[in-house]
């Protein structure tokens, strides 16, 4: 069963010209974890924007997107606003940008909340505090107080896994949320997406430029450039046995590097 | 916050002091002696030397220079500015009314301005490029290359003269209120909105409201988010645009013979009476300091970032 | 010359530059260009409109007024610009030696230009008339010493953003010259940022330095200038509305063109220099890779 089935989707700029994505087909399987990897500008975040219809307003895409059986190209935007947020959750890059820089991030969370399920501030208070403890977020009730610029990305980061936790979407959008951050909070964040799908079973798609944290959590990857897919498959064959040279050129050059670093560790033991 | 708005207005002390140091040094900056300069204002046929040598004694301007301006600090601080040169009354019983006159258009005005800057801002960043944008823009384009007091000339022209609905000068009812306010808000207005409009457009562009949909909040809630962090950079400029205003209504008052302080000194100024232009330079710098303390401190609550700066 | 290219593709801009340097021309070749005497004057012409010799017709004194508005474009348009490349220049200089060396000189340096700029500008301006007497040169004098030390400012933030790039540090860490530096590192790209700012300026001292002729702080008679001039019709304007038209429309047009060439600048040096500095770094990075792409096969 698919969750997501893409066919034919064509985002272009309507200011340009220019196409961004020619021609994607793809599926994302019920409960997986499908990685989208690909250098800057070859059309990722594109892609997962077209799917929750959150482009710029001079970008236009066709094709169909089905998700649970939907067409969400057919939508009208009330319907599909309804989808964001409670069906399909997205988790932005650079969390220090992702919250209002004026308010305190409790107001977002409320509102957030308060629009998809009507609760009290009391309930939501409960529920995210909740959420917020089971990512390792401590003094939950202190940062729900504090303004977006004096937390760290990484904090920033779990925050918005937690709202997820809250939401329970069937499918998560993860737009490179490991690129802003070092490598102790990477391998955080990474483990508390993990931990995020095998209690929630929810889906998700991961865009990221790193091979390292893919291979961690993702089942299927999809390699993109200049727009096109140009391999897809399970994540252990597309990594032992790349058919397309892009995606050997990628393998090769993550190999070099952990190679090294393997070989200096061993070295020292 | 508290300790913020305490040092951000201890700041302005030295300001004050340093811009009241320079008004009076500019005062004397003047190629000829003050004392030819009152005797020349009051129109005395022969000036002879004795009679410069008396001036300067009863006015002290034999005195170090140090203690002049110690002497005329303690006076300005009682509100006394001395005498005028030319007609000998008290400089603040000239300007006291003149200023109360000149507030009263310019807050009238900035009302009027503030109000037309947002909206206008607000509606054409919504419908950026599209036929709205793109006229009022062109309209605002040229209204603000048009000389104020031209502006001021043709209306003066058209609804006083030809349909005669409104009093040509003078400050005598509501009534006379409604030209020069029109024509400030319209030179001004063009300027303000597009702050308002980029403002705006470059917020609609940022990451958090691209989160906010993503997570599914209504539109309406979008644009308050979005209209929260544009206005509170409108916020502060348009704190600024007071004090502007206030001191660059010395061209609509002289169209419309306002009896204000712009009439005031323009009229010191060809006349060359000293005291009146040192009150006025010194009133309008102080408000000007004032109100930029003020728009720092709304700033600053608006936006918590910036109360690290201490 | 980028930047000519990319302002040639708006047509508006384009304009807008060639009626400023029509303009510019006009008012360096007046004795050639205008028909008549500015200060000539004919009192049984007096009020006669537009005729075949007289292109504007004629003002209250019998003087031509084409004659007078082309003669107007020298203390109107032409020494503004003088003032305004002064003023440009001095505040360049303090704005590059405080955004460069930073520290100290810096904090000074923006202490003082503080006080300057606490003082409203058109009040000092007037404070300066009102001192030094009313004439061209003292309305000059008195803008120059109000904006250098905005220019300084603006050019002070634009300066500390180079000097914090990259190529500048590897300049210094190489030994050359600070001057050297500053000449031929920094200055081209911050010329962008002054032309933007200095042509906006140029609007706004325009229309001040027209609004203290018509209130006769400026030149003075029988010199033409369009602010007088218009003060002039002023005096008749209930009986002879016409005369505020041609004086009154000049300065709409050339204040217009300054206008739009400025934002025409801004849109097509800001963008432009912010993603060619991206576009050029991301075509760099495909030109890499792509040999380096082709030699992993074999």
């Not at chain 2, 609609?204 to 989160?211: A, F, G, K, P, T």
């Not at chain 2, 997570?215 to 509170?232: A, M, P, W, Y």
């Not at chain 3, 609007?203 to 330095?209: A, E, K, P, R």
């Not at chain 3, 702080?217 to 304007?237: D, K, Y």
Request: with cysteine; charged share 15%; aromatic share 8%.
């Amino acid at each position: 069963m698919n969750i997501v089935e893409v066919e034919h989707l064509k985002v272009w700029d309507t200011n340009t010209g220019k196409v961004i994505i020619h021609n994607s087909s793809f599926e994302v399987k019920q409960g997986s974890c499908m990685a989208i990897v690909g250098e800057s500008g070859s059309g990722k975040s594109v892609t997962c924007r077209a799917i929750m219809r959150l482009n710029k307003p001079w970008i236009r895409q066709s094709g169909t997107m089905l998700f649970q059986g939907e067409d969400l190209n057919q939508l009208s935007e009330p319907e599909m606003r309804r989808k964001r947020g409670k069906h399909l959750c997205m988790i932005l890059q650079n969390g220090m940008s992702a919250f209002d820089p004026s308010c305190v991030i409790g107001v977002h969370i409320r509102e957030t909340l308060q629009q998809h399920f009507g609760w009290n501030t009391r309930v939501i208070e409960q529920k995210i505090i909740h959420a917020m403890e089971s990512v390792m977020l401590r003094h939950p009730r202190e940062i729900l107080n504090q303004y977006p610029h004096q937390l760290s990305g990484g904090m920033l980061q779990r925050i918005m896994i937690a709202l997820a936790l809250v939401l329970e979407p069937d499918l998560i959008i993860a737009d490179e949320p490991t690129t802003a951050l070092d490598t102790i909070s990477q391998y955080e964040v990474v483990e508390q997406l993990i931990q995020l799908r095998e209690r929630m079973g929810c889906s998700m798609m991961f865009i990221s430029h790193d091979l390292g944290v893919v291979q961690k959590i993702a089942d299927d990857v999809m390699v993109m450039k200049d727009g096109e897919i140009v391999e897809r498959g399970s994540m252990h064959s597309v990594l032992t046995e790349p058919k397309h040279a892009y995606t050997q050129y990628l393998v090769s050059t993550r190999l070099e590097l952990s190679n090294h670093f393997k070989a200096l560790m061993q070295g020292e033991s | 916050m508290g300790s913020y708005i305490v040092k951000r207005i201890l700041l302005t002390i030295p300001l004050l002091i340093i811009i009241s140091f320079i008004t009076f040094v500019l005062i004397n900056l003047s190629p000829l002696d003050p004392a030819v300069v009152v005797l020349q204002a009051q129109e005395v046929p022969q000036i002879t030397d004795e009679l410069i040598a008396q001036t300067n004694e009863a006015l002290g301007f034999d005195q170090p220079f140090m203690i002049q301006y110690a002497n005329w600090i303690m006076a300005v601080l009682q509100l006394d500015f001395g005498n005028s040169y030319v007609s000998g009354e008290p400089v603040w019983s000239l300007m006291g009314p003149a200023f109360m006159n000149t507030l009263k258009l310019t807050l009238v005005s900035s009302v009027f301005i503030i109000a037309l800057s947002i909206l206008l801002g607000v509606i054409c960043a919504m419908r950026e490029g599209k036929l709205l944008d793109r006229s009022v823009r062109g309209i605002s384009f040229f209204l603000t290359a048009m000389p104020s007091y031209w502006l001021a000339a043709i209306m003066i022209w058209y609804f006083s003269v030809k349909l005669d609905l409104l009093p040509t000068s003078g400050m005598d009812s509501y009534r006379s209120y409604i030209l020069p306010v029109i024509v400030i808000t319209v030179s001004y207005t063009g300027i303000y909105f597009r702050t308002v409009r980029s403002s705006m457009l470059s917020n609609m562009n940022e990451d958090y409201v691209l989160y906010a949909r993503a997570s599914g909040l209504s539109e309406k809630k979008v644009t308050l988010h979005i209209l929260k962090n544009s206005l509170q950079v409108a916020v502060s400029i348009f704190c600024m645009a007071i004090p502007i205003v206030l001191g660059s209504t010395v061209v609509i008052e002289n169209v419309f013979a306002w009896p204000g302080l712009g009439r005031l000194s323009v009229k010191s100024i060809l006349s060359r009476d000293f005291p009146i232009i040192q009150a006025y330079v010194l009133m309008l710098a102080v408000t000007f300091v004032l109100f930029n303390t003020l728009s720092d401190i709304i700033n600053a609550a608006m936006n918590p970032r910036l109360r690290k700066e201490f | 010359m980028r930047i000519l290219k990319n302002l040639s593709k708006d047509k508006l801009a384009m304009t807008s530059l060639v009626v400023i340097i029509v303009m510019i021309i006009a008012g360096i070749f007046a004795p050639l260009i205008a028909p008549h005497d500015p200060g000539q004057v004919n009192m049984k012409l007096r009020y006669a409109s537009s005729s075949w010799d007289y292109l504007l017709g004629n003002d209250h004194l019998g003087r031509c007024v084409l004659s007078r508005l082309i003669y107007g474009i020298r203390p109107s348009v032409l020494w503004v610009l003088v003032a305004l490349s002064l003023s440009v220049l001095i505040g360049a200089i303090v704005g590059f030696i405080a955004g460069y060396f930073k520290g100290k000189v810096d904090a000074w340096i923006m202490r003082v230009c503080d006080i300057m700029l606490s003082f409203p500008g058109y009040v000092m301006t007037l404070a300066v008339v009102g001192i030094l007497g009313a004439g061209l040169e003292n309305i000059l004098i008195a803008f120059v010493w109000m904006k250098w030390a905005w220019f300084a400012r603006v050019i002070r933030t634009s300066v500390m953003q180079f000097s914090d790039m990259d190529y500048v540090k590897f300049a210094k860490a190489s030994g050359t010259p600070n001057l050297r530096i500053i000449t031929k590192h920094i200055v081209p790209v911050t010329f962008a940022d002054i032309a933007v700012i200095a042509s906006g300026s140029m609007c706004s001292m325009m229309l001040q330095i027209s609004g203290l002729s018509f209130l006769g702080l400026g030149i003075q008679a029988p010199h033409a200038e369009w602010g007088m001039m218009l003060n002039e019709a002023r005096e008749v304007m209930f009986s002879r509305p016409e005369l505020m038209l041609a004086p009154g429309l000049a300065i709409v047009v050339v204040v217009s063109a300054f206008n739009f060439l400025s934002d025409a600048l801004q849109v097509a040096l800001d963008p432009k220099l912010m993603t060619s500095q991206g576009k050029s770094d991301k075509s760099y990075e495909s030109e890499v890779r792509k040999p380096a792409y082709e030699y992993s096969r074999g």
